[in-house]
C-alpha cells in the first residue's frame, strides 16, 4: 500500500501535490493560494520566500488549514538543527526537511527534537538534488552514481529515525524495493509534460510516471502556479492519483 494511503490523516483528501509557492513576497503568495483549498493540495514553502516573509507567512497558511512543507533543508551540527527542528515543530508545520549528508547524529537528533510534540512533523532527509547529475557528484568527490548515493543515504535516514527523504522519482522504485511502503518518498521534479523541460531540474518525470514509481508525494511548482487555473489541474491529478491507488 502506498503511504499516502496508508496515513488516515492524508487519505482523507486523496492528493498527492505539493505544491512549491515560488514565490518573492507574501502578497503574491496569498493572492495565488486564495484559488486554492485545502483539500486540493499541500503546500511548500522554501528558502527564499521564507527568507522574505519568516514565520509570520508559515503560520498563516497553517492556520487556513493548509498542510505545510518547511523546506529549508537544514544541514549544521546537530544541536544547532534540532533547536530548528523545534522552531518548526511549534509552528505546526507538516514536513520538514535536513540534508542527509549532515550524518546519522543530525537526522538522529533532528528526529529526537520533534518527538514530544503530540503534533510533531515528519522529518525527512534530502538524498541527491534533483539538479545534480554524475558529473556534479563526480566533482564533489562522489564516486558512487546518483541511485546508489540516494539509497545509501535513504537507508541511513531510515536507520536514524526519520520518516523518508525527499529524492528524484526516478529512485522511487528502487527505494521501495530496498526500503519498504511504509517510507515516505517526496520527490521534486516533476512535471506535466517531460519533453518541454526548460528549467534546472535534470532528473524528472510526469505525475502518473511518479506515483506508478511509489512516490508518496510530487512537490510541483510552475505546472500549478503558471497555470491559468490551478485548482483544476490539481483536481486533474488527484483524480489520476485517486484511481491509481484504488487500482493498487
Known sequence: MNPLIADSSISSQRTPVIVALDFANEADTLQ???????????????????????????????????????DLKYHDIPNTVAQACKVA???????????????????????????PYSQRPHVIGVT???SMEQADLRE?????NPEELVVNWAKLAQQSGLD????SAQESAVLR??????????????????????????RIMTPHQALKAGSSYLVMGRPI?????????LRHINETAFDYFQAA
Open 32 to 70: 495565488f493560494v486564495r484559488q486554492l483549498s485545502p483539500d486540493l493540495c499541500q503546500l511548500k514553502i522554501g528558502k527564499e520566500l521564507f527568507t522574505a516573509t519568516g514565520r509570520q507567512l508559515v503560520e498563516k497558511l497553517v492556520n487556513q488549514g493548509f498542510k505545510l512543507f518547511l
Open 128 to 130: 541527491v538534488l534533483t
Open 164 to 167: 523518508g527523504v525527499v529524492c
Open 225 to 233: 502556479t503558471q497555470a491559468q487555473n490551478p485548482a483544476a489541474v
Open 177 to 202: 524495493r530496498e526500503i519498504g511502503e511504509s517510507f515516505l518518498l517526496v520527490t521534486p521534479g516533476i512535471r506535466l509534460d517531460t519533453a518541454n523541460n526548460a528549467d534546472d531540474q535534470r
Open 89 to 115: 515543530a511549534e509552528m505546526g508545520v507538516w514536513l520538514v526537511d535536513v540534508h542527509a549528508s549532515g550524518g546519522r547524529r543530525m537526522m538522529e537528533a533532528a528526529a529526537n527534537a520533534v518527538a
Open 140 to 144: 564533489l568527490g562522489f564516486t558512487q
